[in-house]
């Protein structure tokens, strides 16, 4: 079996750096990957470990207990015992002695996940695919508490099916704040079309261009037809602001939709030496900036238009 130790961000990094000083004399090793493992519990139940980092040249398997605690485990140390459960039900992960050397030391069995279609002719298990794959240990509380008829009384240790990862994985969450913002003006700026809009305009517009600058969060917004106009309208926008603040525009961040990525606009920054920055697909909270002023504009314009009883295309 490959060496595992789950450490996680900083303050565990430095865990791991002080462990590796102890074990390896100040020596370092290559984190070749991360993932999660799903281990057999005491009673047969199953629990996921995530964020595991793969270090093969590790001589043991070492797990953070500050980690644990984040994740949502109550630890409790007694009497030379450590015991690991889980907080919202309660059911106790690991348990294990203190070794001499005051190590605490237990052996844990990486298991697959159940193959649903292979284990559908048990009644738990057929159960657990009729209530749309529910955990076991809320199928075992609508009999007792009495919350449904009909259904038997489920003793099935918490398990996992294949199914249950692929349908109930989450994508982390994004941070609230960046960690880096820009120090000067046009240092960065956030760049977003936002359109079609209905109706359109009197004149004709559809779109609307807001950039917003980093440093300043100053906002300006260019009204446009097509989305075509995209490259003139920010060929006229670095004019303005570069003059006007003394400042050269270093770094554009906008998503990935086409009026940012063709020709022109690509030649534009590069003539100019704009370094470009683009979100990945369907991640619009890597260019949160500008995303919110974009609600904003579009709120504010609706109230006003609103309270004083004036039709849309205004």
């Known amino acids: 079996m490959a060496f595992l130790a789950p450490l996680l961000e900083l303050g565990n990094c430095l865990l791991l750096v002080m462990m590796l000083r102890i074990l390896n004399n100040g020596s370092s090793v290559e984190i070749h990957g991360k993932g999660s493992i799903l281990f057999e519990g005491m009673s047969g139940d199953q629990w996921i ?4 980092f793969y270090i093969p040249k590790l001589k043991s398997n070492l797990i953070s207990l500050g980690q644990l605690l984040k994740i949502g485990h109550r630890i409790v140390m007694d009497d030379g015992l450590i015991e690991v459960s889980q907080k919202s039900t309660n059911r106790v992960i690991m348990r294990t002695a203190m070794t001499a050397n005051g190590l605490f030391k237990i052996q ?9 279609l292979a284990s559908v002719n048990e009644e738990s298990w057929l159960w657990h695919g009729r209530l749309g794959h529910v955990n076991f240990q809320s199928m075992r509380m609508l009999v007792e508490k009495e919350m449904a008829g009909g259904l038997p009384l ?12 692929a349908a109930k994985q989450t994508r982390n969450s994004f941070p609230k704040c960046s960690s880096w913002r820009a120090e000067e003006p046009l240092e960065l700026i956030h760049v977003d079309l936002c359109g079609p809009i209905t109706p359109e305009t009197v004149g004709g517009n559809k779109y609307f261009m807001l950039l917003v600058d980093d440093c300043t969060r100053w906002m300006t ?11 003139a309208a920010f060929v006229k926008y670095k004019a303005e602001a570069e003059n006007g603040l003394g400042h050269k ?28 920055q683009f979100t990945a697909p369907y991640s619009p909270q890597q ?26 295309c205004f």
């Not at 470990?49 to 595991?52: A, E, G, S």
């Not at 844990?108 to 649903?116: C, G, K, R």
């Not at 917004?221 to 490259?231: E, G, M, N, P, S």
């Open 154 to 165: 489920i003793k099935h240790p918490d398990q996992v099916c294949h199914p249950c990862l």
């Open 287 to 312: 260019n949160g900036v500008v995303e919110r002023r974009n609600r904003t504009v579009m709120e504010m314009s609706r109230a006003i238009l609103k309270s004083m009883s004036v039709p849309g």
């Open 249 to 276: 525009i270093k770094m554009v961040r906008s998503d990935r939709g086409g009026e940012f990525l063709s020709g022109a606009f690509r030649d534009v920054c590069e003539l100019a030496g704009i370094q470009r």
């Open 221 to 231: 917004v260019h009204i446009l037809k097509t989305k075509d106009q995209t490259c």
């Open 108 to 116: 844990l069995h990486p298991v697959e996940p159940v193959s649903f």
């Open 49 to 52: 470990l995530f964020d595991v």
